[in-house]
Nanobody, 114 residues
Framework: VQLQASGGGLVQAGGSLRLSCTAS????????VGWFRQAPGKEREFVGR???????NYADSAKGRFTISRDSAKNTVYLQMNSLKSEDTAVYSC?????????WGQGTQVTVSS
C-alpha cells in the first residue's frame, strides 16, 4: 500500500486545516488508516484513526477538534483539524494497517502560529 499525505501548511491559532491521505488501493480493504504526528524534540504521538468499518478513535488532544472522514471514490482519508493550537505544530504522517503490516506515507508539515 502506498500512501500520499498532503494538506499541511501554515495557519494561525484558531484556524483550520484539512489533511488528506490518499491510498493506492481501496480504503475499505485496509483495516485501519490513521494519523500520527511528531513535533520537534518530541516523540511521535497518535492522533486518530478510522477502521474499515467506519469506527474512529482519537487522542485526547484531538477529541472535539479533529475529525477523520473518508471518501471511498478517491481512496482518501481526511483529517479535519479545527481550533488549531500552537501545540498542534508537528509533522503529520498517515499510516495504514493491513493484515500484519503497516505502511506509512511521507509526512506533511503543519505549523500553527500564535
Amino acid at each position: 500500500v502506498q500512501l500520499q499525505a498532503s494538506g499541511g501548511g501554515l495557519v494561525q491559532a484558531g484556524g483550520s486545516l484539512r489533511l488528506s491521505c490518499t491510498a493506492s488501493r481501496n480504503i475499505f480493504s485496509i483495516n485501519t488508516v490513521g494519523w500520527f504526528r511528531q513535533a520537534p524534540g518530541k516523540e511521535r504521538e497518535f492522533v486518530g484513526r478510522i477502521t474499515a468499518g467506519g469506527s474512529t478513535n482519537y487522542a485526547d488532544s484531538a477529541k472535539g477538534r479533529f475529525t477523520i472522514s473518508r471518501d471511498s471514490a478517491k481512496n482518501t482519508v481526511y483529517l479535519q483539524m479545527n481550533s488549531l493550537k500552537s501545540e498542534d505544530t508537528a509533522v503529520y504522517s498517515c499510516y495504514a494497517a493491513l493484515a500484519q503490516n503497516e505502511y506509512w506515507g511521507q509526512g506533511t508539515q503543519v505549523t500553527v502560529s500564535s
